[in-house]
């Protein structure tokens, strides 16, 4: 069955990096378009990258990390990445990733379990 796992969350100072990584299984991880999301305490989950299946990707749909944040993937590996830079304590959530494929006009998502990020002196 589909699978999604990610890794690569914990506790990171001001100022600090962190590569998020997801790993795939069960479906045809090269066809599919990836996305992160983010979710915090009391708030809605935020689209954060997304990475089509020919590798074009944007970041730019929050502008809290606009320039911080780079999605990349690697499909001999069945994974997405998301590297994020200068991590501020706002960047404090759940990360999710996404797998959707379209079927015409017909969309499905799987969602892995998240991975917490925590950003704190």
């Known amino acids: 069955q589909v699978q999604l796992v990610e890794s690569g969350g914990g506790l990171v100072q001001p100022g600090g990096s962190l590569r998020l990584s997801c790993a795939a299984s069960g479906f045809t991880f090269s066809s599919r378009t990836m996305a992160w999301y983010r979710q915090a305490p009391g708030k809605e989950r935020d689209l954060v990258a997304v990475?089509?299946?020919?590798?074009?990707?944007?970041?730019d749909y929050l502008d809290s990390v606009k320039g911080r944040v780079t999605i990349s993937r690697d499909n001999a590996k069945n994974t997405v990445y998301l590297q994020m830079n200068n991590l501020k304590p706002e960047d404090t959530a759940v990360y999710y990733c996404?797998?959707?494929?379209?079927?015409?006009?017909?969309?499905?998502?799987?969602w892995g379990q998240g991975t917490q990020v925590t950003v704190s002196s």
């Open positions: 996404k797998a959707r494929e379209c079927v015409g006009y017909k969309c499905y998502d799987d």
């Open positions: 990475i089509t299946s020919n590798g074009t990707s944007r970041t």
